[in-house]
């Protein structure tokens, strides 16, 4: 598929779609079929994959090679989407079609390769981006690209690994306990609710990290003048790490409603935190006035989040069989 190609259907008869979806009941003869709809928006994501692959990010990334995926919505999810935004018409949901990107990169990196995507695709970077990592949803964070192309919508998620890890993390974990807290409604049973949002505060503490990491890494020709005040910074997100992680130890440990081996072994992860939390705060990390020490120390944190976000995710997708 061209990306200037026009879809063979009105914006009306689209709309028509989407009230037959929303309701859940078959199309009429005049509508389009659902069939053609997916595979269109399948054709057009796949399409936006290809030149997406084609940028040359060399500039940005060096030898690094983005991982560059694409997602296509079932009709279940797009239903779930049209019930929970009952105003909005289906020629108006801006990612029907999907595609990710992800890499290695600092936040100030990520920045420069979603204007750089914005650019080979034509379009004006403010107008169609949207900053979701101060102020992420449900723990999502990320830069969306939500482009308006001849062909239809398609939005652009830019992720850094960190946020693409955690963002899979939540996917698995929504699939066991429940696809709406995607959407920010947390479950009933407190227990629950405990794991929830143990899992949004790794992507706050993820999100403390990489504005911390972008600094330090930005640092090098002014580290006498901005070395305390980065050094103060990560010192509070240790701190707030270190909090969360007795918090947390705290809760479960009286928490009678959750399974003793999902507790314990939570429990036992939230220790191997705190412990991190704690070895990384040793003076002679973060005291270093030519500040390699703290780089080091930044780079030890990251590799936390990684094992963290890994365990917690192999803990979680092992339990999906049994919980009840």
């Not at 190609?5 to 009941?25: D, F, H, T, V």
């Not at 935004?85 to 595609?99: E, F, R």
């Not at 919508?153 to 807290?181: H, K, M, P």
């Amino acid at each position: 598929m061209q990306l200037d190609e026009q879809p063979p259907w009105s914006a009306n008869k689209l709309k028509k779609l989407g009230k037959a979806i929303r309701e859940g009941r078959e199309q009429d003869a005049a509508e389009p079929s659902y069939n053609d709809f997916v595979v269109w928006y399948d054709e057009l994501q796949a399409s936006v994959q290809t030149r997406l692959r084609e940028i040359d990010f060399s500039p940005l990334l060096g030898e690094q090679q983005p991982n560059v995926t694409g997602r296509p919505k079932t009709i279940d999810t797009l239903r779930e989407k049209l019930i929970s935004h009952p105003t909005w018409a289906l020629p108006s949901i801006y990612d029907i079609a999907g595609v990710r990107i992800e890499a290695r990169m600092n936040l100030l990196t990520q920045s420069a390769v979603a204007r750089k995507i914005a650019t080979e695709l034509g379009c004006d970077y403010l107008e169609v981006s949207s900053d979701s990592r101060s102020e992420p949803h449900s723990g999502y964070r990320g830069l969306h690209l939500r482009l308006i192309l001849p062909a239809g919508r398609v939005e652009v998620q830019i992720r850094t690994s960190l946020q693409g890890e955690w963002a899979n993390l939540y996917e698995e974990v929504a699939d066991i306990f429940g696809r709406a807290i995607r959407y920010g409604v947390l479950p009933a049973d407190a227990a629950v609710r405990v794991i929830i949002l143990q899992i949004q505060s790794m992507s706050a503490a993820i999100e403390r990290y990489e504005v911390v990491s972008a600094s330090l890494e930005t640092a090098d020709d002014v580290w006498s003048q901005t070395a305390p005040e980065l050094r103060a910074q990560y010192r509070a997100a240790i701190l707030r790490n270190t909090a969360l992680s007795e918090q947390i130890i705290a809760t479960l440990a009286a928490c009678e409603g959750i399974d003793a081996e999902i507790r314990a072994s939570t429990i036992g992860s939230a220790r191997s935190n705190l412990s991190a939390s704690t070895e990384l705060r040793r003076p002679s990390r973060l005291d270093n006035e030519e500040g390699e020490d703290v780089r080091q120390a930044s780079r030890d944190l990251e590799g936390q989040f990684r094992g963290m976000l890994l365990d917690t995710r192999q803990r979680y997708v092992s339990f999906r069989a049994n919980w009840r």
